[in-house]
């Protein structure tokens, strides 16, 4: 039998005071699996998802923080993507969009997804 592996840990920070308001997003009750699904079936979109759930460091990441080597308009695809999917909320500071997980939302909707997400392994390469 295979060995378990630890349950990697979800990093679940606090709204800070003041935070400028979401972009449009849907509601909870208006996720839909498939959509979310869709939004995840990309290996790219499951990277960034990922990232922001197991190495945040603050509340809320710009895309930059992510390391990804892709065209900028190729990022902005995949986060709108992601936030009109119900997977990501952004919020606009100046000139810069902040990301994060609804994980809350998420896991009241779909639970056991967030951990799925967590507990996926990229290929490497």
């Known amino acids: 039998m295979p060995a378990t592996q630890a349950k990697p840990t979800i990093r ?3 709204e800070p005071p003041g935070a400028p308001s979401p972009l449009p997003e849907p509601a909870v009750d208006r996720l839909r699996l498939e959509t979310v ?9 499951l990277r960034i998802v990922r990232k922001l759930l197991l ?3 603050e509340f809320d990441h710009p895309c930059g923080w992510l390391g990804l080597d892709r ?3 190729s990022l902005t695809h995949h ?3 992601l936030r009109e999917a119900g997977v990501i909320r952004q919020r606009q500071y100046g000139l810069e969009r902040r990301s994060h997980v609804r994980v809350d939302d998420l896991e009241a909707r ?3 997804l967030i951990d799925l997400v ?3 392994t990229p290929e490497s390469g």
């Open 12 to 14: 679940v920070l606090p």
């Open 37 to 45: 699904l869709g939004a995840l079936s990309d290996p790219l979109r």
């Open 55 to 57: 190495e945040r460091e």
């Open 71 to 73: 065209p900028k308009s």
């Open 79 to 81: 986060f709108k993507a």
């Open 110 to 112: 779909f639970p056991g």
């Open 118 to 120: 967590a507990a996926w």
